[in-house]
């Protein structure tokens, strides 16, 4: 999906009528009484070659209490603050509302890409409706009719452009991983990628709700950029913010950090906004190359912060695992033993990855969290040549030679680096589909300790090489015969 198309406008006037006939379903509720919508419903829409998530919204209304309709009023605005594009419905044949132009100049400030469509504009009724329509400042109104079909070419010609953009925005911020080596690739100077304007180093912060992801990218920034508080579930969608951020060395290191929504079990996600917004949390761990995993150190490790970190490794990306809340912890030094045992034993992928505690709140560990930062990304990077692998792969099948599933001993020939980031290796070897997942583990724990590269996820694969006879099947000289040629000779 390249980019996520949000429809608003005042009630009945045929949004989700439109969300159906994108998503080729009849998923929302649609009826001529004003407000059947009242949560957001996302879908995955296709317009001609076009891929891309719409979501269905309440119809917006001039209310500000806390009213049901308030309510669904500031869920279809955070609605409008996630979306990349807005289309921003009115009714043709009722024309332009006062409550159109009081939504029109919000959709001005909140959304820097709004199209406006004028619906149920078949026939000569809406003709005055749709010239009405450019009194609201946001251009020349797509003349539709969700009901019918009509327009919706109209809609593609407005859209393509803006998706060849996102779709442009989204490679450029693309981080490069699982970069292939080349044979020429093995020197032993080892060239890592240095951040820059350009390119700057890519964290994600994630972590259950009320973890204190936003007060701690604050405290980077220091400036209040994002809204914090007691509140769980405060953030809804994946920011993205660049910033310098200077280390203990003096060095300033640039840095895209997203801050996402916090990630809760899935039973408990009811709220479609809640699902669009763990949605964007996830694609946020997709974009970056180092996951700062933010755990809670009252209720740390529960089964959800397992699974981020898990994704996050599965992802390929670089892991640094942080303890928030340290200040008001008591007995510390109990405490941290027994975190760093309960890592190793639940992430047991993950061994070796750097487990910082911090105080997002008084700004404590930060210099520490930075170096992590660093060094996991030094480590997401690494390399080994060749002949270093081959002479160590000689060293562990000596201390434990790989197994011989039903009497066939497994040889393993040749090992190199074939990725980086994260490191990737291939074993050369007979019987590939034998080798165990417990002897893969004892070579990727090897590589671990042995080259220096705590933590990171590390990718290995088996191939095979043939052990056949090279002479199998070529063509042999009778032997009666050459022992009859030399009797002869024998006789003369």
């Known amino acids: ?56 919204t309440a119809g917006l209304e001039e209310v500000t ?31 332009v509302t006062s409550t159109d132009l009081v939504f029109a100049e919000i959709l001005r400030k909140r959304s820097a890409h709004v199209i406006l469509a004028a619906n149920k504009a078949e026939g000569a009724a809406a003709d005055a409706g749709v010239i009405e329509a450019y009194s609201l400042g946001l251009g020349e109104p797509i003349r539709l009719s969700a009901e019918h079909g009509e327009g919706l070419n109209d809609l593609y010609t407005h859209l393509m452009p803006l998706a060849d953009a996102f779709a442009e925005r989204a490679i450029e911020d693309a981080p490069e991983i699982d970069v292939d080596l080349g044979e020429d690739d093995d020197g032993e100077e080892i060239q890592i990628r240095v951040p820059t304007k350009a390119r ?25 950029r994002l809204l914090t508080g007691p509140e769980a579930g405060i953030t809804r969608d994946a920011i993205s913010l660049m910033t310098d951020w200077v280390g203990p060395d003096g060095d300033a290191v640039p840095m895209r950090i997203f801050d996402t929504a916090g990630m809760r079990k899935k039973a408990k996600v009811q709220e479609k906004l809640e699902k669009l917004s763990v949605s964007d949390g996830l694609r946020a761990v997709k974009f970056a190359e180092v996951v700062v995993v933010l ?5 740390p ?25 340290w200040d008001i912890e008591e007995d510390r030094q109990g405490k941290l033993k027994a975190l760093k045992e309960s890592f190793e034993r639940l992430l047991p992928q993950l061994r070796g990855a750097p487990l910082i505690t911090v105080s997002a709140k008084t700004g404590r560990g930060l210099d520490r969290l930075h170096q992590a930062i660093m060094r996991a990304y030094e480590v997401w990077n690494s390399r080994i040549t060749t002949a270093q692998l081959n002479r160590w792969l000689s060293g562990m099948m000596e201390a ?52 220096d590269m705590p933590g990171t996820p590390i990718r290995l694969w088996m191939r095979g090489q043939s052990d056949a006879n090279p002479y199998k099947g070529r063509k042999k000289a009778a032997p009666s015969k050459l022992r009859k040629h030399t009797a002869g000779r024998r006789k003369e």
């Open 1 to 56: 999906m390249s980019f996520t198309l949000a429809i608003v406008g005042r009630p009945n006037v045929g949004k989700s009528t439109l969300f159906n006939r994108l998503v080729g379903k009849r998923l929302a509720l649609v009826d001529d009484q004003p407000g059947v919508t009242r949560d957001l419903r996302e879908g995955a829409a296709r317009l001609a070659d076009l891929r891309f998530t719409v979501i269905d």
């Open 65 to 95: 209490d806390d009213s049901l309709q308030g309510r669904m009023r500031r869920l279809t605005e955070r609605a409008v603050d996630m979306a990349d594009i807005c289309l921003f419905m009115i009714d043709a044949r009722v024309g």
């Open 200 to 224: 700057p180093l890519q964290v994600a912060v994630v972590g259950r709700p009320n973890a204190g992801k936003s007060t701690l990218i604050n405290q980077i920034l220091k400036e209040d």
């Open 295 to 299: 755990l809670d150190a009252e209720i």
């Open 301 to 325: 490790f529960e089964q959800q912060d397992l699974r981020i970190a898990d994704l996050a490794e599965r992802e390929g990306r670089a892991v640094v695992v942080a303890v928030n809340k």
């Open 400 to 451: 434990h030679p790989p197994p011989a599933p039903q009497g066939k001993r497994i040889k393993m020939r040749y090992m190199t680096q074939a990725k980086t980031r994260p490191p990737g290796f291939v074993v050369m070897c007979s019987h590939p589909d034998k080798v165990p997942d417990s002897y893969s583990r004892y070579l990727v724990n090897g590589l671990r300790v042995d080259f």
